[in-house]
């Protein structure tokens, strides 16, 4: 079964048993939680759409692996043109779900995996590669979500993995047996975690030689024994244990982070891919980083939908043909496009690398998500400025309902008398959603800090602009002649 389709997905988790926390209390059913459940509709979509023969070219590749059909976030790029695809699926599915659709953290710790993996061998004469296709081609054939997990918890910022008062503020092996490692630590907010067959874990920093029983990265089935799963809150989880559905904004989908702890858990040798070659914790760091921060193509689909809600309000207000608001729309369509030219543009300009991976252009691929740190913020100011303060002040859909005040509602929330009040209303949560609720989380915080935090990617800029180049342009075209060193 090398491509699944969403249904199976669902069955696929319905058969884990995954120690799940959420409200103090453990969750023995994760697929059908009503506050858990629109996240796995979201990454229910990457399967759905890969069976959608519209989407085909797009959501699927082939395999080099077995040359077979698979879903392309099982899909280890092999071109320009597969990167380019892996743009443009993440704008698509954005648009399609409105949020986080959690796949692409796993997609992209295989990419990086696949480089920095032959990598290591190529320098020791490791068997980390052999270990890590063998892995690939099992997820490939079951077409399995995985959780790239990366961030730890860090502990005190100004201190190296070695120096922590408590050693297990980053993931590190604590027992070397024949058959594995057993480790210890946390990841914090994993993205998909709960949706996910599987977890890779990585390092979340370069490290030096004293870091080095924290310079590890392997996978995992996700419920192996002593991973402890606590679900993260969002603004506004709650509605979704509500009755009616309005005030949700998004009637589908929604994403979630958590926070997941490895209680003392074994890890098998063929499942560990680096495992104290501190010197290529930081490469690891950097390919996944960057691939991830292509994948921030998913905001310029959310970015659709908030702007075609944002239009939608200002004809339910009826003040689509003021100049200002076309202006406001322009502007928040400029922003997007812009967004989207970064993350074709880091694609496009990849390159392939010794273990035939093809890798994205590392400086646009960070200029693209320094521009995901500000754009989705003018945009959603712009949207919530032309869906006006309702937008924050509505009453809920119990009181629209009732047969007390619900006339009330419908009277006075009528604006366009050919538009009924309660499409007003949906298309208000819809924008609540996205810039204020649970899908702002993705919107808005994520895109600040997922994928590293804005200083991250500058740093990132600063490394890989060639200035002295810039310098020898300037100075050659005002006749200075000194040489730049
Ligand atoms: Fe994918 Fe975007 Fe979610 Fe990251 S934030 S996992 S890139 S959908
Ligand atoms: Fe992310």
Redo the contacts with the bound molecule.
Sequence with gaps: MAIMNAGQYEESLRKLNLVVYMFGKRVKNVVDNPIIRPSMSAVAATYELANKPEHEDIMTATSHLTGKKINRFCHIHQSLDDLVKKSKM?RLL?AYTGC??????GMDSLNALSIVTFDIDAKYGTEYNKRFLKYLEYVQENDLTCDGAMTDPKGDRGRAPHQQSDPDMFMHVVEERKDGIVVRGAKAHQ??ALNSHEIIIMPTISMREEDKDYAISFALPSDAKGIVYIMGRQSCDTRKLEKGTIDRGNQFYG?HEALVVFDNVFVPWERVFMYKEYEFAGSLVEKFASY?RQ??A??VGVGDVLIGAAQTIAEYNGVQKASHIKDKIIEMNHLNETLYCGCIACASQGHKEPSGTYYVNTLLANVHKQNVTRFPYEISRLAQDIAGGLMVTLPSEEDFKSTDVGKWVEKYYKANPNVPTENRMRILRLIENITLGTAAV?YLT?SMH??GSPQAQRIMISRQVNLKEKQRSAKRLCGIEEEVK
Aim: aromatic letters at 10%; glycine letters at 30%; a positive charge.
């Design positions: 993440g954005g986080c659709f959690q796949r692409c953290v993205t998909g994403g991830h994948s921030y998913c905001k993705g994520e997922g994928a």
